[in-house]
């Protein structure tokens, strides 16, 4: 069966520092990945998308990357702030779906001052 | 612009009573999604309408119905609650030009819990 996994467990960091946060994915060919933002008691906030013809796509402090042969997608916060404290979705389309996508499960972060 | 915006915010049910959940968008989006996020599963797509006249079945639609009432309005309706259906619902929407890299632009949340 296709399968998202984003490690469960909480990332605690020291900020100043980059957390790197994993998307593995199983029978999957998604077309692209985006990654979300929830902060607590809200609605996730799309943050990036990349493609599958992209290697890294990078915004301000983030950066993620996507490599299709292995299945799996790393998101970077460099220089993390608490701030950056939140839980962090990936995202793929499903293929011949449309524009349905399916979401992991998340992982949340946590920057310490 | 309110983006999505979702009633109620928060809904305590007894067991077998029905409820609406309501969602409008002002971005003239013209698809529109309600998911379900339960502790460590991520969000699961319930029902989606693609363009306004158009619902189809998402991955957990047991229990539940959904009318697209027009372009702006998506409601989910749970006829006879069941305390599995204990959960935080998402509406979303995306503008779907017919290219699939959509992003997603989710309203609040609505928070039920089954008795």
């Known amino acids: 069966s296709q399968k998202i996994e984003q490690n469960s467990e909480a990332l605690n960091i020291q900020e100043g520092k980059t957390a790197t946060l994993t998307c593995n994915y199983t029978?999957?060919?998604?077309?692209?990945l985006q990654w979300y933002r929830q902060d607590p008691g809200r609605g996730p906030v799309f943050l990036l998308l990349?493609?599958?013809?992209?290697k890294e796509k990078r915004k301000e402090r983030l950066k993620v990357t996507f490599d299709t042969t292995l299945k799996q997608s790393l998101f970077h916060i460099t220089a993390s702030q608490p701030a950056d404290s939140a839980t962090y979705l990936c995202a793929l389309d499903r293929a011949a779906a449309g524009n349905k996508l399916t979401f992991g499960g998340g992982t949340r972060v946590l920057v310490k001052p | 612009n309110a983006g999505v915006t979702q009633t109620p915010k928060f809904q305590v049910l007894k067991t077998g009573q029905s409820m609406t959940l309501q969602c409008a968008q002002d971005m003239n989006h013209n698809s529109m999604y309600w998911y379900r996020q339960d502790p460590g599963m991520g969000l699961r797509l319930i029902y989606y309408s693609a363009s306004e006249g158009t619902t189809d079945k998402g991955e957990v639609p047991n229990g539940y119905n959904v009318s697209r009432l027009n372009k702006r309005e998506f409601s989910l309706r749970l006829e006879s609650a069941a305390p599995s259906q204990t959960s935080v619902y998402f509406c979303?929407?995306?503008?779907?030009?017919?290219?699939?890299?959509?992003?997603?632009?989710f309203g609040p949340g609505t928070r039920l819990l089954v008795l």
């Open positions: 979303a929407s995306s503008e779907a030009t017919g290219g699939r890299w959509e992003t997603q632009y």
């Open positions: 029978n999957y060919s998604p077309a692209y």
């Open positions: 990349i493609r599958e013809n992209e």
